[in-house]
C-alpha cells in the first residue's frame, strides 16, 4: 500500500479552461475527501465521499466544481472555467472510519494564468 | 460553528530545545484530534490522533495532550532538530458531526534554527 496518491503533482491553466485532478485512496479505506489549501491557511473541506456515493459538499462547492467516486475507489474532482481564485493546493484524504484518523495525499498544486 | 485556533503562528526555535504548539478549539464536543506535520508544498502528514477519549498520545519526540473540558490541545517536541521545521496544524472531528469532516487551524510555522 503506497498511500494516497494524487496526480498530476502541478497543474498550470489558463483561465477558462477546465481542469481534472484525481485521487487514489488507501485501498481498504470507504471514506474520501476533498480539501482546498490556499497559502497561509488551513485546508478547508470540499466533499466528501462514502464508497460511491457524494455524502456531503461545502458551500466552496462551487457548480463549477463536481467531484466522481465512481465504483467506490479512485476520485475525481473537475474544476469547469477555471478562475484566479481557484489557484491552491488541492487536497485529497481517505480513512477507514470516522474514528480512525486521516491519511492526506501530496496534494496537486492549480495555478490559473 | 466549530472554530481552530493555533498560537503562535510562526515560532523560530534553536536546536535542542524542548518547544510546545498549542491548539484549542470551540465546541468541547469532539470525537478526535489530529496533529499533521506539513512541509512546504506538501501534503499533510499525520504525526498523532488523540481519540475523546484519551488524555495524550506520544511517538518518539512528540507527545500530544487533550484536555477537552478547556477546549486546548499542545504539541510537545523535544530536543528539537532543523528536520522538524515546517508547519503544523491541529484539527478536530465534532462528536455529533455525521459526516462533517475535520476542522483544521492555520497552522503553527516553526523553524528549528542549527
Known amino acids: 500500500d503506497t498511500g494516497v496518491s494524487q496526480n498530476p503533482r502541478h497543474k498550470i491553466t489558463k483561465r477558462g479552461q477546465n481542469v481534472t485532478f484525481r485521487c487514489d485512496p488507501i485501498?481498504?479505506?470507504?471514506?474520501l475527501y476533498w480539501y482546498r489549501q490556499t497559502l497561509g491557511q488551513g485546508p478547508e473541506f470540499l466533499t466528501y465521499?462514502?464508497?460511491?456515493?457524494?455524502?456531503?459538499k461545502s458551500r466552496l462547492l462551487s457548480d463549477r466544481f463536481s467531484a466522481e467516486r465512481p465504483k467506490g475507489s479512485f476520485s475525481t474532482l473537475e474544476i469547469q472555467r477555471t478562475e484566479q481564485g481557484d489557484s491552491a493546493m488541492y487536497l485529497c484524504?481517505?480513512?477507514?472510519?470516522?474514528?480512525?484518523?486521516?491519511?492526506f495525499g501530496s496534494g496537486t498544486r492549480l495555478t490559473v494564468v | 460553528k466549530q472554530e481552530v485556533t493555533q498560537i503562535p503562528a510562526a515560532l523560530s526555535v534553536p536546536e535542542g530545545e524542548n518547544l510546545v504548539l498549542n491548539c484549542s478549539f470551540t465546541?468541547?464536543?469532539?470525537?478526535?484530534l489530529q496533529w499533521f506535520r506539513q512541509d512546504p508544498g506538501k501534503g499533510l502528514t499525520s504525526l498523532l490522533l488523540?481519540?475523546?477519549?484519551?488524555r495524550e498520545q506520544t511517538s518518539g519526540r512528540l507527545n500530544a495532550s487533550l484536555d477537552k473540558s478547556s477546549g486546548r490541545s499542545t504539541l510537545y517536541i523535544a530536543a528539537s532538530q532543523p528536520g522538524d521545521s515546517a508547519t503544523y496544524l491541529c484539527?478536530?472531528?465534532?462528536?455529533?458531526?455525521?459526516?462533517?469532516?475535520?476542522?483544521f487551524g492555520k497552522g503553527t510555522r516553526l523553524s528549528v534554527i542549527a
Open positions: 484524504a481517505s480513512s477507514r472510519d470516522r474514528g480512525s484518523g486521516y491519511t
Open positions: 485501498s481498504e479505506h470507504n471514506r
Open positions: 465521499f462514502q464508497n460511491e456515493a457524494q455524502l456531503e
Open positions: 465546541d468541547s464536543a469532539i470525537y478526535n
Open positions: 488523540i481519540q475523546s477519549s484519551q
Open positions: 484539527a478536530v472531528i465534532l462528536l455529533n458531526s455525521g459526516n462533517t469532516p475535520l476542522v
